[in-house]
């Protein structure tokens, strides 16, 4: 009988007590929350009515993201420097950081334009190097500038050996990443892989500057066995390069001149 009575009541109040309840939820939870809902909501419901922000407010939140991405190009610069100046520490010279200011689109594997020149301590004939190894040689000199000849040059040569084996051989450019390397013997201990960097006999550059790696062999070319080279300097992506003294034991310094030459000493 009671169960009867509660039932009928129910039926009657349960809209009445659903409503009680919600609202004493709701305040309790506005007083939890120290009136945050509701201002969320109300934010919500008048944010198509509130007007844009002022303008000094966007000026001053572009202001703020033109700093961040100054910073991350700091940084990136920051990264590149402290990356070259690293790798240079493991040659006898430190030599002088320069940027890389110019380059031609006809001649992009050819020639780059360096923000230092004479009054630098920059002569011709000076090697360049990059983070990863090689880069070139200083072919022409201003008071402020200097023209870099990359070893990815048609016309540029560099003596050569592979460091594991010690087999010798010259570098010439293919305008590109990658150069050839030429060997003097035949007969050969190489193999894809192996660390090349230049020769010891070389009179134009100083020895055991890291070249790159060989990619590919064909020991069956005539007249001499070639390989593909990777390099290991980034010469497409330049920005930041390192000029270190050196004298060539030539008079002077022609990049023309008979790649064989300069490897007189070999055995």
């Known amino acids: 009988m009671a169960m009867f009575a509660l039932r009928r009541w129910w ?17 309790w939870a506005v007083r939890q929350q120290e009136g945050g809902m509701l201002y969320d909501a109300y934010r919500w419901i008048t944010q198509p009515l509130q007007p844009g922000l002022p303008s000094e407010q966007v000026l001053q939140d572009r202001y703020v993201l033109e700093l961040q991405q100054r910073i991350i190009e700091l940084e990136n610069q920051n990264r590149s420097l402290r990356n070259l100046l690293d790798y240079n520490g493991s040659l006898q010279s430190r030599g002088i950081p320069a940027a890389v200011i110019g380059r031609s689109a006809d001649y992009w594997w050819q020639q780059v334009t360096l923000n230092r020149g004479q009054r630098d301590g920059i002569n ?27 070893i990815s040059d048609p016309t540029s040569r560099v003596g050569a050996t592979v460091s594991r084996s010690r087999v010798m051989g010259y570098i010439r450019g293919k305008s590109g990443e990658r150069v050839v390397m030429e060997f003097f013997d035949k007969s050969l201990d190489v193999k894809v892989g192996d660390v090349v960097s230049t020769s010891a006999y070389s009179h134009r550059f100083p020895a055991d500057v890291p070249i790159g790696r060989i990619e590919s062999l064909d020991l069956n070319k005539s ?45």
Do not use: C
């Open 11 to 27: 039926n009657r109040h349960a809209l009445q007590a659903g409503l009680i309840v919600l609202a004493v939820g709701t305040a």
């Open 124 to 150: 011709v004939g000076y090697i360049v190097t990059g983070p990863g190894g090689l880069v070139g040689r200083v072919s022409q000199v201003s008071a402020h500038t200097s023209q870099v000849l990359l």
């Open 223 to 267: 007249p001499a066995p070639e390989a593909v080279i990777k390099l290991s300097a980034p010469l497409n992506q330049l920005e930041w390069v390192t000029v270190h003294r050196f004298s060539p034991a030539e008079d002077e310094f022609d990049p023309m001149a008979d790649p064989l030459s300069e490897e007189s000493a070999q055995p």
